[in-house]
């Protein structure tokens, strides 16, 4: 795998909670996709969670190199979850070229919340053509002593 971009962003809840009840939707349908804000808004307490995707975004961009400038919209980069799995940040029109004007084929993400804080990590990468369920090094570097493919220099 071959990191393109990284970025990262921390995002506090409670101004998260303002900007929310004084924009209200104006907000929410701006920087969000439908489908973000119907997952938020199924929670007990949604701002947390736009709070994270929110980070998210911004890490999104700072790993493209762009902020939301080169034609970006905030609902071009969206945070999507499969049951049970790694949260992910889509790319979509101007973003999605970008990132592959950059050599990214795909963005991992990783999200937290707590306190009165959520942070996002984003990185653009590519794949190598090593297995995603492997090694996460090459034999050269991750493999143990005395494989064949571990060179006399990395004993």
Not at 60 to 69: P, S
């Given at each position: 795998?071959?990191?393109?971009?990284?970025?990262?962003?921390?995002?506090?809840i409670?101004?998260?909670?303002d900007?929310?009840?004084?924009?209200?939707d104006?907000?929410?349908?701006?920087?969000?996709?439908d489908?973000e804000?119907?997952?938020?808004?199924?929670?007990?307490?949604?701002?947390?969670?736009?709070?994270a995707?929110?980070?998210?975004k911004?890490?999104?961009?700072?790993?493209l190199g762009?902020?939301?400038?080169?034609?970006?919209?905030?609902?071009?980069?969206?945070v999507c979850?499969?049951?049970?799995?790694?949260?992910?940040?889509?790319?979509?029109?101007?973003s999605?070229?970008?990132?592959?004007?950059?050599?990214g084929?795909?963005?991992?993400?990783?999200?937290?919340?707590?306190?009165?804080?959520?942070l996002?990590?984003a990185m653009?990468?590519?794949?190598?053509g090593?297995?995603r369920?492997?090694p996460?090094?090459?034999?050269?570097?991750?493999?143990?002593?005395?494989?064949?493919?571990?060179s006399s220099?990395?004993r």
């Amino acid at each position: 795998m071959n990191v393109r971009g990284i970025g990262i962003d921390i995002v506090r809840i409670s101004r998260m909670r303002d900007v929310l009840a004084r924009w209200e939707d104006r907000f929410v349908r701006r920087v969000f996709t439908d489908a973000e804000i119907a997952y938020c808004r199924a929670r007990r307490d949604p701002v947390p969670h736009f709070a994270a995707r929110f980070a998210a975004k911004e890490a999104g961009l700072k790993a493209l190199g762009t902020g939301l400038a080169l034609g970006i919209h905030w609902r071009e980069l969206e945070v999507c979850r499969d049951r049970g799995g790694a949260p992910r940040l889509e790319l979509s029109g101007r973003s999605r070229e970008i990132g592959r004007e950059r050599g990214g084929e795909h963005m991992l993400l990783a999200l937290t919340h707590d306190g009165d804080y959520a942070l996002a990590q984003a990185m653009l990468v590519r794949d190598d053509g090593w297995p995603r369920h492997g090694p996460p090094y090459p034999p050269a570097l991750g493999s143990a002593p005395g494989d064949p493919g571990r060179s006399s220099t990395h004993r």
